[in-house]
């Protein structure tokens, strides 16, 4: 059976795309304000276990902050700038807490794509913290997020913490390996995530054909997200939320 897929086509990545600081709320706002009605962000834990947004291992290139993330408190991080880093217009926007964004993304009815983006070495208590509180903060929520992760140890974890969601793996460019249905079978996955410059026709179809969905990233021209849609790509994200609209055609304008 095809799994469901209540997702729309496209998906602002990091929240805002290029327009804003990736990961905040500000970004959020950004994408929602486009009429995206889907979201991707990264989410790894602050040293005493809270869920937040942030990409990186270490917080310089998009904080105020320097160093490894997986040291500091949430205290300690929600004191940082993460959007100056980006243009003055965004100086003092802060760090977000997963609930934070969980509870302004439901109250706009915006999709989730959570990416599990473990500090090193934290891989199975991410994937089990990050999935118990998407269960409880999207409980009820007519789209349950959808979870993805490179880090297969994360989605197992996640898989046991939270079983109701569902799942998708993602790999590295130029790295779907030949048993990739194998392995999403293997953790009852729902979607392979891949670099869309690795998507082909057929693997698009040998996906659909094992009821599985496609989510391509990080697509950033229109004739690349046409072509990826035309090929029966579910989803897709994107940085260019100027070129690809939030229907996978050119936006207005
Ligand atoms: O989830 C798709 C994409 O976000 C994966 O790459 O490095 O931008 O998180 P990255
Ligand atoms: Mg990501």
């Known amino acids: 059976m095809t799994q469901p897929w209540p997702y729309p086509r496209v998906f602002a990545h990091r929240g805002g795309g290029a327009f804003a600081p990736e990961n905040t709320l500000a970004a959020m706002r950004e994408g929602a304000d486009r009429g995206f009605r889907g979201v991707e962000f990264d989410v790894k834990l602050s040293a005493d ?9 270490t917080l310089e290139r998009t904080t105020s902050g320097n160093g490894p993330a997986v040291s ?28 934070a964004i969980a509870r302004a993304l439901r ?3 915006i999709a989730a794509n959570v990416e599990i ?12 913290a990050v999935a118990r509180a998407c269960a409880a903060l999207w409980h009820g929520a007519p789209e349950p997020p959808l979870l993805s992760s490179f880090s ?4 197992h974890a996640a898989r046991a913490a939270a079983p109701q969601l569902p799942l998708g793996i993602l790999f590295e460019p130029g790295e779907i390996p030949p048993d990739w249905p194998h392995l999403l079978a293997t953790l009852g ?12 026709p057929t693997c698009v179809e040998a996906a659909h054909h094992a009821g599985l969905r496609v989510f391509a990233y990080t697509v950033n ?18 940085d260019r939320l100027d ?11």
């Open 72 to 99: 500091r408190t949430w205290a300690e991080l929600a004191r940082l700038d993460a959007g100056s880093w980006h243009s003055p217009r965004f100086a003092g926007e802060p760090l977000v807490r997963l609930e």
């Open 243 to 253: 070129l690809i609209g939030p229907g996978g055609t050119p936006p207005p304008g």
């Open 152 to 155: 297969v140890e994360a989605l």
């Open 107 to 109: 109250a706009r009815a």
């Open 117 to 128: 983006k473990p500090c090193p070495g934290r891989d199975a208590e991410t994937g089990a």
């Open 221 to 238: 021209t229109a004739a690349d997200a046409d072509r990826l849609l035309q090929m029966g790509v579910d989803s897709l994200c994107t």
């Open 189 to 200: 996955a729902q979607a392979l995530h891949a670099w869309f410059e690795d998507l082909t």
């Open 49 to 57: 276990g809270e869920p937040f947004l942030l990409h990186d291992d």
